[in-house]
């Protein structure tokens, strides 16, 4: 059990059995101790006298890794929070400098929700630099795509997809906190407190939209990786076709004389031979001059450009 206090209020980190094992009287104890047992995502419960709620934190230096998961549960002068969390304990380090005072330099008497939210300002206090990455990647893949589509890249969009998607969920839970906190219907926030905590859910909103516009830009990139691999099946369909259309009349007049009639003309000829050849060479070179001017012999880049 750590222990710390702030001002007027006494915060703890609790294991679940140390905050089971507390004495005195703490409303919904017991559903707030069941629903410890799994923690999904974020959440908070407004009573009128205690605020309860979870913590589901992405690890944002490997999306891929389990979420830092704890519990809070606030009463007047008191917060418990219930998990072991490495982000609980830089918190506690930082939480002495925090300023509890109103604008006449009075101490604030809702102290308790305003060290919580300082502790979700601290969960979105550089999500923007973070989330600018994703967007630096993002135009990255689109240059890459440019360049030359990969067979990795759907993979790619793939991992990325689920990381954005995984933030996008988490801003969208602290929205749902930060909402909840402006109901009040607990004494222990204040109409300062509910503007404040308008002031966060406006930042994670903002966050929210930042997450939606990647999503999209990703879907836009996965979409132009499929047209790009589209249209490199259509060019190899259309060289097979004119390959096969080119060598078509060749077929055709190695079939016919293949035959082997006594009657068939040039088949007795000493020149018959060397015409045969001549006549191919002819052929293919009209074939090849028409295909030529069609175009469908010239390769195209991906801007229209002809090679």
Not at 88 to 96: D, M
Request: glycine share 6%.
């Amino acid at each position: 059990m750590e222990e710390a206090r702030l001002e007027n209020v006494q915060v703890q980190i609790l294991s679940q059995e140390e905050f089971a094992a507390l004495k005195g009287e703490y409303p919904h104890k017991r559903q707030f101790i069941n629903s410890l047992e799994y923690i999904p995502y974020c959440k908070v419960e407004v009573y009128s006298q205690c605020l309860l709620g979870t913590v589901c934190i992405p690890d944002k230096k490997n999306l891929e890794k389990p979420p830092e998961t704890f519990g809070y549960y606030i009463q007047k002068g008191k917060i418990c929070f219930i998990g072991d969390s490495s982000i609980l304990e830089e918190f506690l380090k930082k939480a002495g400098e925090l300023d509890f005072s109103m604008g006449s330099g009075e101490r604030s008497e809702y102290q308790e929700t305003e060290i919580l939210l300082a502790l979700f300002n601290q969960l979105i206090d550089r999500e923007v630099s973070y989330l600018q990455k994703f967007e630096e990647k993002s135009m990255e893949l689109e240059d890459m795509l440019l360049e030359d589509a990969s067979r990795e890249m759907p993979g790619i969009f793939m991992r990325l997809r689920k990381d954005i998607m995984k933030l996008h969920g988490f801003y969208a839970q602290l929205t749902d906190v930060g909402e909840a906190m402006q109901r009040r219907g607990c004494e222990l926030i204040s109409r300062e407190q509910a503007e404040d905590w308008n002031i966060f859910t406006s930042r994670v909103s903002r966050l929210h939209g930042y997450t939606e516009n990647i999503r999209e830009s990703l879907l836009q990139l996965h979409e132009l990786y499929q047209a790009q691999i589209d249209i490199r099946q259509n060019e190899i369909m259309a060289m097979l076709t004119v390959v096969t259309t080119i060598f078509l009349p060749l077929s055709l007049l190695t079939g016919w004389y293949g035959m082997n009639f006594t009657n068939m003309p040039l088949l007795s000829w000493k020149y018959g031979y060397v015409t045969v050849i001549l006549l191919a060479a002819v052929i293919l070179g009209l074939e090849l001059r028409y295909f030529w001017r069609k175009g469908y012999l010239k390769r195209k880049n991906r801007f229209g450009n002809d090679h």
